[in-house]
Nanobody, 124 residues
Framework: QLQLVESGGGLVQPGGSLRLSCATS????????LAWFRHAPGKEREGVSC????????YYEDSVKGRFTISRDNAKNTVYLHMNSLKPEDSAVYYC?????????????????WGQGTQVTVSS
């Protein structure tokens, strides 16, 4: 059974850090691109970052460059998102997704499999 399960969200103060994890099963993890998206109330779902399968090429949305780091552990079938210097505007439900490609424009339509999401709230 194919699954993507996010964890690690929570409430953090501005300037703080969180590490999101996405544990997966049911597909050949190493061959897939993995991405993180976020969806805030009143906004469209936004691609945050992706990491390719075989090449491990990485892209970041401009607002998170230098603050967020995506990584993958093919032995554990898990993808991570390390988030530093968090801002209130980073508050959203964060989703991981698996698809065929990781390209500069991280779009939901390019990803086939999705997790259920984890809430990140940045507030003092």
């Amino acid at each position: 059974q194919l699954q993507l399960v996010e964890s690690g969200g929570g409430l953090v103060q501005p300037g703080g850090s969180l590490r999101l994890s996405c544990a997966t099963s049911g597909f050949t993890f190493a061959y897939y691109a993995l991405a993180w998206f976020r969806h805030a109330p009143g906004k469209e779902r936004e691609g945050v970052s992706c990491i390719a399968g075989p090449t491990s090429s990485i892209y970041y949305e401009d607002s998170v460059k230098g603050r967020f780091t995506i990584s993958r552990d093919n032995a554990k079938n898990t993808v991570y998102l390390h988030m530093n210097s968090l801002k209130p505007e980073d508050s959203a439900v964060y989703y991981c997704a698996a698809g065929a490609f990781c390209v500069a424009d991280v779009r939901p339509a390019d990803y086939d499999y999705w997790g259920q999401g984890t809430q990140v709230t940045v507030s003092s």
